[in-house]
């Protein structure tokens, strides 16, 4: 029996998907908001991979007035992290990029 066994290195790789690692990504980022504002957009991933590790760019909606470097700093933490947890992979770029402000007083604002 034992000589029937495979050596690890012998046995393959486990690759997963851009697109996989960008829903991780998306869900963390919304994770990472403390609220979305009402009838909004979640939050949009763009991921590449190379090898183990991923480059991460963050498409988002946030309330107006609000600390927009706070919680884009908080987006960043939770994606690096649930990405390194989850997928196995070095994040060492996650760039958040801000697409609207909300205001709940004067409805959207570019």
């Known amino acids: 029996m034992a000589a029937d066994r495979v050596a690890p290195a012998e046995r393959g790789a486990t690759t997963i998907a851009d697109r996989v690692v960008a829903k991780i990504a998306a869900k963390a980022a919304r994770e990472a908001l403390e609220r979305l504002p009402e009838g909004v957009s979640p939050p949009h991933a763009m991921v590449v991979v190379h ?3 991923a480059r991460v760019r963050i498409s988002l909606e946030l309330d107006y007035p ?3 470097g706070r919680q ?4 960043r933490r ?8 989850l997928a196995g992979m070095e994040v060492p770029e996650v760039a958040v990029q801000v697409e609207r402000l909300h205001s709940s007083a004067q409805g959207r604002i570019r």
Request: proline content about 0%; glycine content about 12%; hydrophobic content about 35%.
């Open 51 to 53: 090898h183990d590790t």
């Open 72 to 75: 884009c700093g908080a987006v």
């Open 78 to 85: 939770q994606v690096a992290h649930r990405v390194r947890t």
């Open 66 to 68: 609000g600390d927009i």
